[in-house]
């Protein structure tokens, strides 16, 4: 069993910058891929960010590529999701999801472990 809690989200304006931790419980957190969603209301869930176990590859959506950085640190059972040059858009509940296996995938369903979410505002 794995238990995700997210911290970071908040109020920004445009333009801003925010940066989310989400800090894994046991011991397999460096054998899972690591996901981080967002939803925004009345929207799909859609994946922002991916990365393998190691670090070596990253995943992002073309809506956030060069705006948004995933990193991990597997000494602290900790992943980040930088997120740069905020956009209205951007305003969302964000979540930080895992998943055994070993290839970077955007399907939610494919996350068998989620954290409880952080709101993400960003103002015009």
Known sequence: QVQLVESGGGLVQAGGSLKLS?????????????????QASGKERECVAAITQSGG???YP????GRFTISRDNAKNTVYLQMDSLK???TAV???AARTGTYVVTSATSYA???Q???VTVSS
């Open 94 to 96: 964000y979540y930080c």
């Open 113 to 115: 472990y989620w954290g």
């Open 62 to 65: 073309n809506s956030v590529k």
């Open 57 to 59: 590859t990253s995943y």
């Open 22 to 38: 989400c800090v894994a419980s046991g011991r397999t957190f460096r054998s899972n891929v690591m996901g981080w969603f967002r």
């Open 88 to 90: 209205p858009e951007d």
């Open 117 to 119: 979410g952080t709101q």
